[in-house]
């Protein structure tokens, strides 16, 4: 491996496992980011338990396990997304632009930020998997490397999507207004809460171009070791290589400082 590579291998780590501290560090962050999404489960799912009706093919599910795989979803987008707000905290700070200055190409800060972001993610979704069994999902082992891998992608497409937001803002304030405006009706329209078919037309034409929901989809076909997961399975794969590609693009143009 010669030294430019070695270089860009370092600088990578470095910020990966910057942020990986970080945030085991900072306990608020890891009760937010798991605990409130568990609640969300709980409490929609059972209140919500007796009206819910199920999509054809899911018949016998109750609403808890339904909800199931939009929680484990919900999970991945707090930890991923939230874990960007570095992004303004290392700019305020002045860390990010010795990062540029660094003998490193820029795409290898986007590489850290994201794979520290989904690192995070990651494990937090398999903590949440523990609790597969109170929810009624018998996780398939055959199944479970593929819904890992779903995981993985999904966790990458969305600490992407949040390291190019984060990009893009010089304060916290305005990243938390983009999480309420945008990503929160994204996740709502990913098919976690409720079925496309008792959806109306115009909400389902919304879910059907949502990349969210395919991610959603193939946790779950994937959960269950059902068919036809290679399609919304190849959905999000390639949403997570164009989140990616948007940010090394997106590091190219100058870094908005107050």
């Not at 910057?18 to 999404?37: E, K, N, T």
């Not at 969300?40 to 018949?59: D, K, V």
């Not at 305005?174 to 929160?184: C, P, R």
């Not at 919304?232 to 949403?239: G, H, I, K, M």
């Amino acid at each position: 491996m010669n030294g430019r590579a070695s270089r860009y291998l370092l600088a990578v780590w470095a910020l990966t496992s910057r942020d990986i501290v970080r945030f085991v560090r900072q306990r608020s962050r890891i009760v937010g980011a798991l605990g409130s999404p568990i609640l969300f489960w709980f409490l929609i799912g059972s209140g919500l338990g007796r009206s819910f009706q199920a999509a054809p093919g899911e018949a016998g599910r109750g609403y808890l396990e339904y909800f199931f795989p939009g929680t484990l979803a919900l999970i991945i987008l707090f930890t991923a997304i939230f874990s960007q707000i570095s992004v303004i905290e290392d700019r305020q700070e002045g860390f990010l632009q010795g990062a540029l200055v660094a003998p490193v190409p820029r795409s290898a800060i986007v590489l850290g930020k994201v794979l520290g972001g989904a690192v995070v993610a990651m494990a937090q979704a398999c903590l949440f998997l523990l609790l597969a069994p109170v929810a009624g999902v018998a996780l398939q082992g055959a199944s479970l490397p593929l819904l890992l891998g779903v995981i993985v992608a999904l966790s990458v497409a969305l600490t992407g999507l949040g390291f190019l937001i984060a990009w893009s803002l010089d304060s916290t304030q305005g990243f938390h207004a983009i999480m309420n405006l945008f990503l929160v009706p994204m996740w709502l329209l990913s098919g976690a809460l409720f079925p496309a078919s008792g959806a109306s037309g115009w909400v389902q034409w919304l879910m059907a171009i949502n990349p969210l929901g395919y991610g959603v989809t193939a946790i779950r076909l994937s959960l269950y070791g059902q068919p036809g997961v290679a399609v919304p399975a190849a959905v999000t794969l390639a949403f997570a290589a164009v989140m990616v590609t948007a940010g090394a693009f997106a590091v190219r143009r100058p870094l908005r400082t107050k």
